[in-house]
């Protein structure tokens, strides 16, 4: 696939607009709509269970974070997602920190039985918790990858039947089959807040667009590594504050042609894929 082909799938965001429905974490929220609304998306945050379905079904995507649990927002998270799958509408999951507790783990495993998710991203260490693989982790925080990362990605898109995307240095996206490793970003987003959650809510407006997740997920990651490095040009790499205003700012000034000339990105076959 060719990046050209990739970048273009920015211009369908702008032009489609379409509507994200987040249940996402209370540290995140305004910078999640505000990112949302930088690359052009509608973003809606809905939580309450008398609503979650209807909300749901008229999205482009749903996005599911676990940032900061409650036992209503667990529900809330259950029914949107059986509204979502009943409509066709794509669920992206970002089990935030599981490992790090029983009860968190229990949830995240239980919205992957009851839901069918379409894509999950994560660190490596949330997603090795998922699959099983002893793997550090503190708080809601990535201990340090120690394994092969496109492996356990494809190994968890095999277990759960989804697109898996695993974020870090170098970001993983695969449907255990094609694997895309991309290399855009910069380390300052560590030191932001929420830049993550964010990053799943930009994917799920990029696979609102796009029928081929895969490809929408590897565009959505390129789009956004370029994004940041573009502020970092503008702020420095020690000043995440104007960091994060500067990351709204390009994410909204981005265009195809930067992400043409900046994409750092290979596609390859996974082993044992047909």
Known sequence: MTIQY????????????PLIHNITNVVVTNFTANGLLALGASPVMAYAKEEVADMAKIAGALVLNIGTLTESEVQAMIIAGKSANEYGVPI??????????PYRTAVAKRILE???????????????????????????DAGDATGNVAQLAV???????SIVVITGEEDI?????????????HPILTKVTGSGCLLSSVIGAFAAVELNKLEAAAAALIYYGVAAE??????????PGSFQIELLNQLSLVTPKEIEQLARV?????????
């Open 230 to 239: 573009c502020a970092v040009k503008e702020t420095g790499d020690n000043r």
């Open 155 to 161: 190994k968890a898109a095999r277990q759960f039947s």
């Open 173 to 185: 996206a695969t449907d255990g089959t094609q694997i895309y490793s991309i290399r855009n970003g």
């Open 114 to 140: 009851e839901l069918k998710v379409t894509i999950i991203r994560g660190n490596a260490a949330e997603i090795a918790n998922l699959t099983g693989e002893d793997w550090s982790i503190k708080g809601v």
């Open 266 to 274: 290979e596609q390859f076959q996974a082993e044992g894929g047909e």
């Open 6 to 17: 990739l970048a273009q799938k920015l211009v369908l965001v702008r032009e489609q607009k």
């Open 92 to 101: 992206i999951f970002d089990p935030v920190g599981v490992g790090a507790t």
